[in-house]
């Protein structure tokens, strides 16, 4: 049987404010985009994968890793507060008209969460391909901490009480007696091509998914030096391999 045609896109516009420069800041030794274009390249699920960004500079780093930046986000898809579903479709459609057929899938690859394994994401195909009804498959993880019963919120009140965040959590003392939290964490997103085409803003709102669990040491997204240094340390200790680093 014929694969279905999967798109990874990897989103990395230039001028981050939180870390600047970290889309090409080098970690375990290859440029923070390089190794999303490492885990795509390992998925043979990916028919092919391109790299959306506004800058010149990421563009050529990625092609030096073996990445393809076949385009120059528009600037009006470049701005701080740009949503990312334009973003993803605009590179859906450019690759469509480049090479005149159609993709059944895009899978979102955020430079920004490296830790992947190549066999979820292929897994994450099948699921899709194989249940209908499904607009995507998500990565989810449990956090180390279940909000429903330690979340809070100031009360508003002169004195600052606080609150329980979620009412679920009024009466439970013990982590125990929580029911199992789970989250969306940005390490890769599947979508039906059909459903891009037509996603307007929020995909979760817009769409029905299903969710792939991935452990959460592998939930890492990275938006500031603290989070860049903390991976560091996770990948020094061995607590995160990156399956296409010998030895890591």
């Not at 274009?37 to 092609?63: F, G």
């Not at 480049?98 to 993709?103: A, L, M, S």
């Not at 996603?199 to 938006?223: N, T, Y």
Request: with cysteine.
């Amino acid at each position: 049987m014929t694969r279905p045609r999967i798109l990874a896109v990897i989103p990395a516009r230039g001028g981050s404010k939180g870390l600047p420069g970290k889309n090409t800041r080098p970690l375990a030794g290859l440029p923070l985009i390089a190794h999303s274009i490492r885990a795509a390249a390992m998925t043979p699920a990916v028919t092919r994968c391109v790299v959306s960004t506004d800058s010149e500079q990421i563009a050529a780093v990625a092609r030096d890793h073996g990445g393809e930046a076949p385009f120059l986000r528009p600037a009006a898809l470049a701005a701080d507060d740009t949503p990312m579903a334009p973003v993803v479709r605009h590179a859906l459609e450019w690759c469509e008209q480049d090479e005149g057929q159609p993709y059944a899938a895009v899978l979102l690859l955020d430079p920004t969460s490296p830790a992947r394994v190549p066999q979820q994401l292929t897994a994450a195909a099948d699921r899709l391909f194989a249940t209908d009804g499904l607009d995507g498959v998500i990565s989810v993880s449990e956090p180390t901490f279940n909000p429903v019963w330690v979340g809070v919120r100031g009360a508003g009140s002169a004195d600052g009480a606080l609150e329980r965040y979620f009412g679920a959590g009024t009466g439970v003392t013990r982590r125990q007696d929580v029911e199992r939290f789970l989250r969306i964490n940005g390490n890769f997103y599947l979508w039906r091509a059909e459903f891009v085409r037509r996603l307007e803003s929020s995909w979760f709102d817009e769409g029905r998914h299903a969710g792939a669990e991935i452990p959460e040491s592998q939930a890492f997204s990275i938006d500031d030096a603290y989070e860049f240094r903390l991976i560091e340390a996770l990948i020094g200790a061995g607590i995160i391999e990156l399956p296409w680093i010998e030895g890591k």
